[in-house]
């Protein structure tokens, strides 16, 4: 969910206003995919590099992230939908934006409706360091790929098949890095609290133009069935 600072540079106001802003964006976009029928929606909220801002900034951004949880998580869970988190639960993170993250993700855990992952003090780095610290911590001398990926933050997640980068910046910024190895991805100059619904139908167009391979040569004759 990028751009949000520059939103609100563009219009003289402070960057947290441009956070404030992205927050319309995202439930508009989380109805909108939800609408569709997608079942996993993964929105990158802080990443582990995001402590390098301005004290002031994170701050607001602890604040904001527990702000939303609490008033958002009843109308979450009225509408089936299943929230996970998936990062570091470092000494950083504020117990009480942690005890937060618990209740909202144990009031809807039972939900059978999409699922709304938020990365919060995410790094695709970190987390595959911290899976294979804990595949050596079980005793194991094998590390293969199946290891790896049961020991992500959200195993049962499957690996995304989009994945939007807004506000014109083309890079991965250490996001799901695993996870996006045969993602198709969709670059957006849109400023994320400008992102609505019809952003996201353009870019689910973008993807269903695509063609995709998975390393082998497509059709039902290519070695991926
Ligand atoms: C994304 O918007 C929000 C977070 C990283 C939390 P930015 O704050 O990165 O906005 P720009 O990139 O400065 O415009
Ligand atoms: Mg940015």
Redesign the pocket.
């Known amino acids: ?7 609100a540079e563009q219009r003289g106001l402070p ?1 947290t206003a ?2 404030e802003a ?1 927050e319309k964006a995202l439930f508009e976009v989380l109805d909108g995919a939800d609408d569709l029928g997608v079942r996993w929606f993964t929105v990158y ?3 582990t590099e ?1 402590w390098r801002r301005p004290p002031d900034e994170v701050q607001f ?1 602890l604040r904001f992230n527990e702000q939303i949880l609490l008033s958002r998580q009843e109308e979450l869970h009225q509408r089936n939908i299943r929230i996970q988190f998936i990062g570091r639960r470092d000494r950083r993170v504020p117990r009480r934006l942690i005890r937060r993250m618990e209740e909202a993700a144990a009031l809807t855990q039972s939900n059978t409706g999409l699922t709304l992952t938020i990365a919060f003090n995410y790094g695709g780095r970190t987390e595959l360091v911290d899976a294979v610290q804990r595949i050596l911590d079980s005793g194991t001398k094998r590390v293969t790929e199946r290891s790896i990926t049961r020991h992500l933050y959200a195993p049962e997640m499957p690996d995304p098949d989009l994945v939007i980068r807004t ?1 014109g910046e083309y890079r991965v910024s250490n996001f799901l890095l695993w996870e996006m190895a045969y993602s198709e991805l969709v670059f957006s100059e849109t ?2 609290p400008d992102f609505r619904r019809e952003h996201l139908h353009a870019a689910i167009k973008e993807f269903q133009d695509r063609d995709r391979r998975f390393g082998g040569l497509g059709g039902s004759e290519g070695p991926q069935r």
Do not use: K, Q, Y
Request: net charge positive.
């Open positions: 969910m990028d751009g949000n600072g520059r939103w960057r441009g956070h992205g909220a802080f990443s995001n951004l506000s400023l994320w």
